[in-house]
């Protein structure tokens, strides 16, 4: 598995709000279920000293991680102030922050990620659902019974696709070491190549499943960068061009970053291209 | 959302970089009224979203006896299939020579990306294929409030320095208006100084609220109305509508209708934890969209409850057949709910897709 196991402490950042409430509680059932320790703190401005789902919850980033001994930090705050969190997360010497968060203004996640940088935390996302190592952790919003533990990796800029890929992997017998979403918006933390980086270093991967979609050309980029074999899959073949599809980073703009030239050149390196999710164990098979 | 020439000029001037004089026109006679500020040679520019604009005949020369005419002339075409309804009416400047330059966002190192041409005037791409040793590129720590000089020095080379300031108020323009892209093509030298010939700014969809922007003109009045209840929505030209939860998921059922040689009317993402009224609100969408007599509804995940869709998509009692393919809580009982009301349900969404090109054919 990658970016942790069981034994990771984590901290959801605004655990009193809908998404975080809920979460946080399938987290821990999840950790509970593995024998993890899952969320130990919560946070959220103004309500300390509140327990959601039987988690303590501090004002700040700095009291949580005083009274607890946490390196994670799962980050559900609104967009308008998720990349201040972010930045607060880093500074308190949280060391993987997984954002969440959808519709956070790009120019603030340019910021926090080059903050977060500066002191040493890596970013997950945004706009992503998270990571998922089956029978060691969860952080985020993946649903966990569709998982089952093994040696594929699975790196996507989506969240249902992903599941759905999942789904399919699973019941074809083919296991998941880590599943994470990269996030679905032009600027993200982590990208296919530090996630396939961490993949290659991670004895249990064997080989891994790249999803992406339209717009920019980062999963050329990391494709290139690993020696592991690597399924593709790439969404919005159909997609026309300078219309937004869901994610804000699924645009095609100025004539690049269209599925078709991506799966050309992917295919032109030798790699194999799904064209529907249904293919994918299929040619995970032959290449494991 | 894309800001028009004269916006975006308006933009730049308020952050010290200088345009040209101009007005915006909405009728020939208006021309008529300004001619004293704008001097004997005038450029008439028709304020259309479209590139190329100069290539497909929206710009046009003129002098103060011909401005009329030719702003009449102006009016009454169509520019790219686009009627122009404002015309920036400007000085034509004694450009000493034409540059290039815009910011934009790197998405690979996640920074700002600035690019400089000691050529301007012609389209970017073009001038990158036909030589990349013309464009500089350097990437600047979205960290840093300016431009530091060292990077100035390498962006600009030989290029006068006079150039510098400016790039640094469209740098500051970028990061003042949350903007995707922020482009000067060209940007002229004079012998008055340096001028912002033409303006293109791209403001970050999700910073319109703080950028004071109520309305996003780049989408259509049903796309609109679609962001109001939290979708997702783009409209295609097909007739299988397309209803599904993440946008990953919902691009790969389009696809797979294209795979099967089908045409997909739409793409639109409900959402997380879509619940009955919105599961309704998206079904209706979807089935007035004219020649629309087929939809499928493809959702998947831990949260949604299929029950609640189920309820939705009864509740929405529109005309065209409805294919579902849902995993998640409750899944007997919302299959048992839409048997009863005479929907189908499947297992996966090859399987929905290929229901769905059977309606449809």
């Known amino acids: 598995m990658i970016y942790g196991d069981k034994n990771l402490g984590v901290i959801v950042q605004n655990i009193t709000g809908r998404q975080g409430t809920f979460h946080t509680e399938l987290m821990n059932a999840y950790a509970h279920e593995v024998g993890g320790r899952g969320v130990v703190a919560g946070v959220a401005p103004g309500k300390a000293g509140r327990e959601v789902h039987g988690v303590p919850v501090y004002n700040?980033?700095?009291?949580?991680?005083?009274?607890h001994d946490a390196t994670a930090s799962v980050v559900f705050v609104p967009a308008g102030a998720a990349g201040d969190a972010v930045m607060e997360a880093a500074h308190a010497g949280i060391e993987l922050a997984v954002v969440i968060t959808e519709h956070i203004p790009v120019h603030d996640a340019m910021k926090a990620i080059a903050y977060a940088k500066l002191h040493d935390c890596t970013v997950i996302g945004p706009n992503c659902p998270g990571l998922l190592s089956p029978g060691e952790c969860k952080l985020g919003i993946m649903p966990a019974h569709l998982a089952t533990r093994g040696e594929v990796g699975v790196v996507s800029r989506s969240g249902t696709l992903t599941y759905e890929v999942v789904d399919e992997l699973t019941r074809a017998g083919i296991g998941q070491s880590t599943v994470v979403g990269i996030g679905g918006d032009p600027v993200i933390g982590q990208t296919f190549v530090d996630a396939l980086a961490r993949f290659e270093d991670d004895p249990q991967t064997k080989a891994v499943v790249v999803i992406g979609e339209v717009g920019g050309n980062l999963e050329e980029e990391g494709v290139r960068s690993t020696d592991l074999p690597v399924v593709t899959y790439i969404a919005g073949v159909s997609a026309p061009p300078e219309k937004r599809m869901g994610h804000a980073g699924a645009i095609i703009e100025g004539g690049e970053g269209d599925a078709r030239s991506k799966v050309r050149r992917l295919r032109g390196l030798d790699i194999p291209v799904a064209s529907r999710p249904s293919e994918i164990p299929g040619l995970i098979r032959e290449v494991l | 959302m894309k800001l028009l020439e004269y916006e975006a000029k308006r933009v730049f001037a308020e952050y010290g970089i200088p345009v040209p004089n101009g007005v915006v026109i909405r009728a020939p006679e208006e021309v008529a009224a300004h001619l004293p500020d704008l001097g004997?040679?005038?450029?008439?520019?028709?304020?259309?979203?479209?590139?190329?604009r100069g290539?497909?005949?929206?710009v046009l020369m003129a002098d103060r006896t011909t401005a009329a005419g030719t702003a009449r002339e102006l009016f009454s075409r169509e520019i790219k299939g686009i009627p122009v309804r404002e015309i920036l009416a400007e000085e034509r400047l004694p450009i000493e020579h034409e540059y290039y330059v815009s910011i934009a966002i790197d998405r690979s190192s996640r920074q700002p990306v600035v690019l400089f041409a000691d050529a301007g005037g012609v389209e970017i791409e073009n001038m990158a294929s036909a030589d990349e040793s013309a464009v500089r590129r350097v990437i600047v720590s979205p960290l840093l409030k300016d431009i530091p000089p060292f990077l100035m020095r390498e962006l600009l080379g030989g290029a006068p320095k006079?150039?510098?300031?400016?790039?640094?108020?469209?740098?500051?323009v970028f990061q003042g208006k949350d903007a995707m892209l922020a482009e000067i093509n060209p940007l002229v030298t004079t012998a008055r100084g340096v001028y912002a010939a033409d303006a293109k700014l791209i403001v970050d969809d999700n910073a319109l609220a703080r950028q004071g922007v109520t309305v996003n003109r780049d989408l259509s009045e049903r796309e609109r109305e679609a962001e109001k209840h939290g979708f997702s929505y783009v409209e295609l030209d097909g007739s299988i509508g397309v209803i599904g939860n993440g946008a990953g998921l919902t691009m790969s059922t389009l696809d797979l209708i294209e795979f099967y040689h089908g045409r997909a009317a739409n793409f639109l993402d409900v959402g997380?934890?879509?619940?009955?009224e919105r599961v309704m609100h998206a079904v209706k969408l979807v089935a007035s969209m004219p020649g629309v007599n087929v939809i499928v509804v493809n959702l998947l995940g831990g949260i949604t409850r299929c029950d609640e869709v189920a309820k939705g998509i009864i509740a929405a009692g529109v005309a065209p057949t409805i294919i579902v393919r849902m995993a998640g809580t409750n899944e007997e009982e919302g299959q048992r709910l839409l048997a009863e009301c005479g929907y189908r349900m499947l297992e996966s969404m090859d399987a929905a897709v290929k229901a769905a090109m059977e309606v449809s054919e």
């Open chain 1, 60 to 67: 700040t980033v700095k009291d949580a991680l005083a009274e």
């Open chain 2, 40 to 52: 004997d040679g005038l450029v008439l520019k028709a304020q259309v979203d479209v590139g190329g």
């Open chain 2, 55 to 58: 290539k497909a005949g929206g």
């Open chain 2, 162 to 172: 006079e150039l510098a300031p400016v790039i640094n108020n469209l740098y500051h």
């Open chain 2, 272 to 276: 997380g934890g879509a619940e009955q």
